[in-house]
Structure formats: C-alpha cells, structure tokens
C-alpha cells in the first residue's frame, strides 16, 4: 500500500494562531483567504473551482480521497485553491496533489479550525514547513480579496461552443466546466466567450439568452462586468450563477456585502420562495446580494436568510451552483429554464 509521504508544517493564522500538521503536497509556502467547505464528496471538482483562486481551502470531512482521483471531474485546467488543509488525507490523493504543484497539509485539527473560522469569520493564512513566525508574517502580508483584483486571471481566452440548438451564449469569469456541459443536455448550444467581451461584442454573437457564471472574488470590483450586464438587460433574456447572480444584483442597483465565512459544500437549504419547495443545493460563494423591494428575491438561505436568487422579466439569477457538480440534483431545473427561454425568444438578440 502507497505511504503518504509527509514532514512536519503548520498552517497560520493572520491573528498568530497556529495548527500544526503535516506537509503531505508540494514543497513551499502558500497564503490566501481561509475558508471551508462542508461537502463529505467532491474533493476534485472543489479544488478545480476557479471559486477558489486567492482562498486555502480546509475539508470540514475527515477523510479526503477516499474514491480516488478522476480527472474528468476537474472543474477547470488546474487546481485553483492556494492551498488545501485536511484532517487526513488519502495516499492517492495527496500524491495527486504533489502531482499538481499545491501546498497541501494533514493531520491538522480541521473541526477547531472550522470553529474558529465559523465564529470568528474568515482570516488570512500561510501553510507549509516553514517556521511559525515566517508563515505569520507571510499571512499578514496576503492582500485581503475585499475590493481588488485578482492576480490571476481565471476563465477562457478564446470562444468555444459546446452542444447543438439554439443559442446561450455564457460570458465566463472563471466558470465551471459542468456549467456548459449541463446546460447543453437542456438542448442549447453553449457558446462560452471571455469574460472581458462587452455587450456589444456578446450580442454580435446573436444569442437566443445570456448567462453570467460563477467566478472568484469581490463582485464590486468588476465594474466593466457590471456595466456589460446594464447594457444587456432588456436587450435579451439574461440569468446568472453564483458570481453571475452578484454582478446582476450590482446592475440592478443593488448592493453586495462580505459574509462572515460564507457558504460552501454541497449540503445547503435553500428555500423557493415562489413554491415553498426547499432544495438541497451546491454553495461556493463569500459574498451576498443584500435584498431590496425593488427586486423580487425568488431564493432564500435556510441558514441565514440570505439572498439566492433573483427574477425580473428578462432576467433570473441564482446564488447556488444548480450544475451539481458534485451535489444534489434538485436545482438542475433551472438550466431547463434557460433551454425553454432559448426556444421561446422570436430571434435572437443583436445589438
């Protein structure tokens, strides 16, 4: 049977506290934004997340790997996390994980970490076998994710299409690759574009509907997003997802603040307003849409009230990952939504 080969390391705190555990990933030293997910599955489709850039992600579950590793399950080219925290990890994975070039850690109390984050709110950190003192000062020097760009940029550079039919064309700020390939089972053809492209740019590609995908980092600081998503509303039907579901809210007028540790894994209720029904949904996101009575709101967290979805003539929008990717599948009909709002258009939208 194949050893995890491990050292001694820890992870920091910026507010100096300190976990010990084991450097089973690569050598080196990663910082980011703590944070941690509850999902007991879908190790590979979390750390491929481009959700994650800028964040170190701790595994609330206790044992990570257990069915392996299956490359058709990444999210995305690479894993995007800074780094990954664990209680244990399997040897297949964390060999993985070297593979990948990540900063990876076991053997650290992740449920007194969880804690501290889930009371305290998300901190800076730095992890890997270098002393206390130096992954301190390395975390106190990690620029907070509140109001600044990202360094690394996340999301396709050229165009592609996935699927046949008519045309959704989806601007991708670090989307994740289930997203497409879900929504092209619903009968559309899925044209996936950078998410730097204008209205004008997008609408020249003639599109039956728009969707804006998920994506890392504060929404307020994608004013050139914002402004595309302004000039898209009422020129053809428009949804969002996750990120996507922010920037709407920010072009409608609305505002978005930080949640104290956000919601993450693949175990969140979510309540249809409309319907009453309560879905079961898959969660990444550190920011929220503050609710208005300008807007109707269709969605709300079951576990802290917050905003998950919004609706307007041409537009809807969800806070949760409806791709299940690797979740519950109960909020797969909105993608069936988008489909039928592709149908149903006269013509496509042109600028």
Excluded at 39 to 61: I, K
Excluded at 200 to 227: H, K, M, S, W, Y
Excluded at 240 to 246: E, N, V, Y
Aim: aromatic share 6%.
């Amino acid at each position: 049977m194949m050893q995890t080969m491990s050292s001694p390391a820890h992870l920091v705190l910026e507010d100096g506290t300190a976990f010990p555990g084991h450097a089973v990933g690569a050598p080196g030293v990663a910082a980011g934004e703590a944070c941690f997910t509850t999902a007991s599955a879908g190790y590979e489709e979390a750390a491929t997340d481009p959700s994650y850039v800028a964040q170190v992600l701790c595994f609330a579950y206790p044992l990570v790997g257990n069915y392996g590793v299956d490359a058709s399950r990444r999210e995305s080219e690479r894993v995007q996390a800074e780094g990954i925290v664990m209680r244990r990890a399997r040897p297949a994975w964390a060999a993985w994980l070297r593979e990948q070039d990540v900063v990876a850690l076991d053997g650290v109390d992740t449920r007194a970490l969880v804690r501290k984050i889930r009371d305290g709110g998300v901190l800076r950190c730095a992890l890997g076998e270098a002393p206390v003192a130096e992954l301190h000062a390395r975390a106190l020097a990690e620029p907070p994710i509140d109001g600044r760009p990202l360094p690394r940029r996340v999301g396709t550079r050229e165009h592609y299409s996935v699927g046949a039919g008519p045309r959704v064309t989806l601007l991708d700020l670090g989307c994740k690759r289930s997203i497409p390939a879900r929504l092209a089972t619903a009968g559309v053809e899925v044209l996936v574009v950078p998410g730097d492209w204008d209205a004008d740019a997008v609408l020249e590609t003639r599109p039956r509907a728009v969707l804006v995908g998920n994506g890392p980092g504060d929404p307020a600081v994608f004013t050139d997003q914002i402004e595309t998503v302004q000039n898209l509303l009422g020129r053809v039907p428009l949804f969002g997802i996750c990120l996507g579901h922010q920037l709407l809210g920010l072009a409608l007028g609305l505002e978005t603040f930080k949640l104290p540790f956000g919601h993450r894994g693949a175990n969140h209720p979510v309540r249809d307003v409309r319907s009453g029904r309560v879905l079961v949904t898959v969660q990444n996101h550190g920011y929220a849409v503050a609710a208005s009575d300008d807007v109707e709101v269709t969605h709300l967290s079951l576990n802290d009230g917050t905003v998950e979805g919004l609706a307007g003539e041409d537009f809807a929008s969800v806070q949760f990952h409806p791709e299940a990717a690797p979740g519950p599948l109960d909020a797969l009909p909105f993608f069936d939504r988008i489909g039928e709002a592709c149908r149903s258009a006269r013509i496509s939208a042109r600028s």
